[in-house]
């Protein structure tokens, strides 16, 4: 059953949605079922050395999965994002909460180097990289707080100078927070040596909207923008949940200048777990898993959707925007264009697509979301 899940989730072949982006976590994120990282040690050690790193701690099934992954389709990009440092590198010594100890900023950096060529030694590449997810969250378990100026700090002296060293072409987002906080992003772009290290800035949308995107991109328009992680709660409305995601996360934030979107997270079981003691417990997966049986949810149909009908590599192209006919569209590698409309309304709506001097008229449910594809000029 597995491999039947994984050909239909990372493939266009059949049932194929064609998810094309993943995100891990380096260690453990609040959906595992405890908090742990590669270089776990007693309180009271340190291991400047690295000497007990092992990335097959806390789970040992996640690289056999990648692999079986990429044997599926070896064009999946990978990113990953830390919830916290190996405790022993923390100012409080424990997994929630606390700051990286600025005398363990190059051992975290040659922690992640480590991951990263541990990871590539199996195969896995990894695209790109956050360096610490939802840096203001000090409650989640595990976390770490970040602030602008010690993430700055972290990738001009640190992790920047690291990962040139080690001659690997991993890429750095920045933030991988909320979108009410661009000043966040802004700030850690506004010194040239970090700027130069970073290539784009990660997003989420537990707080503010896309608008954050486009102000960010304003500034900074050689960098990418990306949403890296909006979850679904177990307690919404199917339809409520698919217009709002369509509305926010995949019309929003692709016409405000993202080039990715992950929805979060792949699977989980009826009882919204796995997770930590102190994590989300009602967050649901795009699968949801008992036993042989499997249920596809609201992201499952999302990134369904838009991942089959704009492939990598479309570029985004110039509609206009409607308060209750939501839209974005892109030219895709195939010649063709892709229209992702949402009727954002309580009503039937009858409207016309004009391009390149053609018109056609389309009649949309209310709450539908539809993509309308037709060959480009």
Same mark, same amino acid.
């Given at each position: 059953?597995?491999?039947?899940?994984?050909?239909?989730?990372?493939?266009?072949?059949?049932?194929?949605?064609?998810?094309?982006?993943?995100?891990?976590?380096?260690?453990?994120?609040?959906?595992?079922?405890?908090?742990?990282?590669?270089?776990?040690?007693?309180?009271?050690?340190?291991?400047?050395?690295?000497?007990?790193?092992?990335?097959?701690a806390?789970?040992?099934?996640?690289?056999?999965?990648?692999?079986?992954?990429?044997?599926?389709?070896?064009?999946?990009?990978?990113?990953?994002?830390?919830?916290?440092?190996?405790?022993?590198?923390?100012?409080?010594?424990?997994?929630?909460?606390?700051?990286?100890?600025?005398?363990?900023?190059?051992?975290?950096?040659?922690?992640?180097?480590?991951?990263?060529?541990?990871?590539?030694?199996?195969?896995?590449?990894?695209?790109?990289?956050t360096?610490?997810?939802?840096?203001?969250?000090?409650?989640?378990?595990?976390?770490?707080?970040?602030?602008?100026?010690?993430?700055?700090?972290?990738?001009?002296?640190?992790?920047?100078?690291?990962?040139?060293?080690?001659?690997?072409?991993?890429?750095?987002?920045?933030?991988?927070?909320?979108?009410?906080?661009?000043?966040?992003?802004?700030?850690?772009?506004?010194?040239?040596?970090?700027?130069?290290?970073?290539?784009?800035?990660?997003?989420?949308?537990?707080?503010?909207?896309?608008?954050a995107?486009?102000?960010?991109?304003?500034?900074?328009?050689d960098?990418?923008?990306?949403?890296?992680?909006?979850?679904?709660?177990?307690?919404?409305?199917?339809?409520?949940?698919? +217009?709002?995601?369509?509305?926010?996360?995949?019309?929003?934030?692709?016409?405000?200048?993202?080039?990715?979107?992950?929805?979060?997270?792949?699977a989980?079981?009826?009882?919204?777990?796995?997770?930590?003691?102190?994590?989300?417990?009602?967050c649901?997966?795009?699968?949801?898993?008992?036993?042989?049986?499997?249920?596809?949810?609201?992201?499952?149909?999302?990134?369904?959707?838009?991942?089959?009908l704009?492939?990598?590599?479309?570029?985004?192209?110039?509609?206009?925007?409607?308060?209750?006919?939501?839209?974005?569209?892109?030219?895709?590698?195939?010649?063709?264009?892709?229209?992702?409309?949402?009727?954002?309304?309580?009503?039937?709506?009858?409207?016309?697509?004009?391009?390149?001097?053609?018109?056609?008229?389309?009649?949309l449910?209310?709450? +539908?979301?539809?993509?309308c594809?037709?060959?480009?000029?």
């Open positions: 059953m597995r491999r039947d899940l994984l050909c239909e989730l990372f493939t266009r072949d059949g049932r194929g949605i064609g998810a094309s982006f993943l995100r891990l976590t380096i260690g453990a994120s609040d959906l595992s079922t405890k908090s742990y990282s590669y270089n776990d040690l007693p309180p009271g050690q340190t291991d400047l050395a690295l000497s007990r790193f092992d990335l097959m806390g789970d040992e099934h996640v690289v056999p999965v990648l692999k079986e992954i990429l044997s599926i389709n070896p064009d999946i990009r990978i990113m990953a994002s830390p919830w916290s440092a190996p405790p022993w590198m923390k100012d409080n010594g424990g997994f929630i909460g606390g700051s990286l100890k600025p005398e363990c900023y190059d051992v975290y950096a040659r922690y992640l180097v480590r991951y990263l060529e541990a990871m590539r030694a199996h195969g896995i590449r990894i695209h790109a990289m360096l610490q997810n939802e840096p203001h969250n000090h409650k989640n378990d595990p976390s770490m707080v970040m602030t602008a100026s010690d993430q700055a700090a972290f990738i001009k002296n640190h992790m920047g100078p690291a990962l040139q060293t080690s001659g690997l072409d991993t890429q750095i987002f920045c933030w991988d927070h909320n979108c009410d906080e661009p000043d966040y992003p802004i700030a850690v772009l506004s010194d040239p040596a970090v700027k130069r290290h970073v290539t784009g800035v990660a997003f989420h949308l537990y707080g503010g909207g896309p608008e995107f486009s102000q960010v991109q304003a500034l900074h328009p960098q990418k923008m990306y949403l890296t992680e909006q979850w679904v709660g177990a307690n919404g409305d199917f339809a409520d949940d698919l +217009a709002w995601h369509a509305r926010n996360v995949f019309v929003g934030v692709l016409r405000h200048g993202g080039c990715a979107v992950l929805e979060w997270n792949l989980s079981d009826p009882a919204c777990k796995p997770h930590t003691p102190g994590g989300e417990p009602h649901v997966g795009a699968l949801t898993i008992d036993g042989q049986i499997v249920t596809r949810n609201v992201a499952y149909y999302l990134v369904g959707h838009a991942a089959k704009i492939p990598p590599g479309s570029v985004r192209i110039e509609t206009n925007d409607h308060d209750t006919l939501r839209n974005v569209a892109f030219r895709t590698p195939d010649g063709r264009i892709s229209l992702m409309i949402l009727n954002d309304s309580d009503r039937i709506q009858r409207f016309n697509i004009l391009h390149n001097g053609t018109r056609a008229t389309i009649t449910k209310a709450g +539908a979301l539809s993509t594809r037709w060959p480009a000029p």
